[in-house]
């Protein structure tokens, strides 16, 4: 027998009609590309998005059809997101921080029919322009007074576009299960893979992301994302936010330490997320012109491992800390650390202990740990594995991919190495291709990383393995120094010693001036690898 409830389907544009109907005066406060802070509502952005909507479909874009965006985030942005996905089609963001050629490639692979961009991306889509046979037009997103003179083909710009449609648009209704996003995940090797987001698996997405123990943001909050609407759907605030009501501050391409700090301050945010490079500049410039945030309660971090020495530095300042773990195939939400019984009183380095791990999953996300033949392994807190998840906003295959990435019980392998403990708290201990396997025992790059950027001098830490003769690998610790700081090689393993099993220390420490990382802020470990393929161990004589 079915329910006798309401067929509603689970449609992306349903959050922004809400969001003018119950919020329509809540506002969004955009540091535009063009430079003054711009201030715009829900209504706006709702009445605009139609006029997207209506634009698109007279420019012949239909249900399935990809329109790109290389854009910063901002109000327009938002916008042109909830236009496109209001029409069926599929929003495809790209990550402007990816060389050139990933950029044409992941535009074919896509065939993208239009791009929407950013002044800031004209030069570099100039350049691509005749590699990207799909794309039959470009919207630049600003007026008429900024608008460049370009070779982009059929190039407008963005309030002219939308200047000749009246807005008088219905959204429709179709099957929750149709495309709304897609965003290519920057892996280190092989080809990028398109990961495509239904408009049910946002929405569940974003009633995840509600939750208090989540990103848990209210109508009464300001929520700053840092982290762009191009990596991960900006982990799901660009849904979250207007579903809540929240406002919502919007940094534009200005993500330095003083920039994002001067909107946290001048608009009272209450919550905010990124990555910890993003937060690091932020703590490096409040502590050089001793500056406070009395409004901010919670800085959200995920993308890479949020060290210990972050999370302190917050706290101390009165600030609430939730580190979070999740993937572009996760939508992005897998996990966030929050207490919880039995460590609701937990103080000092036992509360620390528990904000650094990764957290435990909302209800919509279910995770095991296996070993490499799929068994799987106790939740004890000591046994790491292969990290597996499941769930309604969790990617069962790639776009135009035809292999299967799910095992026989349906859960996607992470590609992390992680424990578990028996509250369910997880703790990621690697990428499976970074683990350092010495001696046939593993040691976990990420708590050598995160003890070194503990030491005062140290601003960033990479941790790879280097061959070793006797135990096949052994760590080598690079770091990257603050500016103005000295220090040695001893210093800093002094600092590591007795925090960390003997066998784990690594090695020896190279300095850099500067460690690489991935298109989303990640320490690019490949480039590392390459750097120092062939250094050898002062001990290693074999
Ligand atoms: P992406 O799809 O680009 O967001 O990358 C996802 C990957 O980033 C995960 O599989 C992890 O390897 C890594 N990651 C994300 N959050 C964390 C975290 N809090 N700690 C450690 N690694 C993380």
Redesign the pocket.
Known sequence: MLGLMQDWPLLCHRIIEHAATIHGSQEVVTRSVEGPIVRTTYRQIHDRALKVSQKLTRDGIKLGDRVATIAWNTARHLEVWYGIMGIGAICHTVNPRLFPEQIAWIINHAQDRIVITDLTFVPILEKLADKLPSVERYVVLTDAAHMPQTTLKNAVAYESWIGEADGDFTWGTFDENTAAAMCY??GTTGDPKG?LYSHRSNVLHALMANNRDSLGTSAADTMLPVVPLF??NSWGIAFSAPSMGTKLVMPGPKLDGASVYELLDTEKVTYTAGV?TVWLMLLQHMQAHNLKLPHLKMVV??????PRSMIQAFLDMGIGVR????????S?I??LATLKPPFLDAAGDAKLDVLQT?GFPPFGVEMKITDDAGAKLPWDGKTFGR?KVSGPAVSKAYFKVDSNILDEEGFFD???VATVDEHGFMR?T??SKDVIKSGGEWISS?DLENLAVGHPAVAEAAVIGVYHPKWDERPLLIVQLKPGQTTTREDILKYMEGKIAKWWMPDDVAFVDGIPH?A?G?ILKTALRDQFKSYRFPNAAA
């Open positions: 995940t920057s990961v990596h991960a910890p971090c995920g993308g890479s491992a949020m580190h979070a773990w999740g993937m572009t195939e996760m992005p897998g996990t990764q990290l992470t590609g992390d990621i690697d990428r990420i991935t989303t990640k």
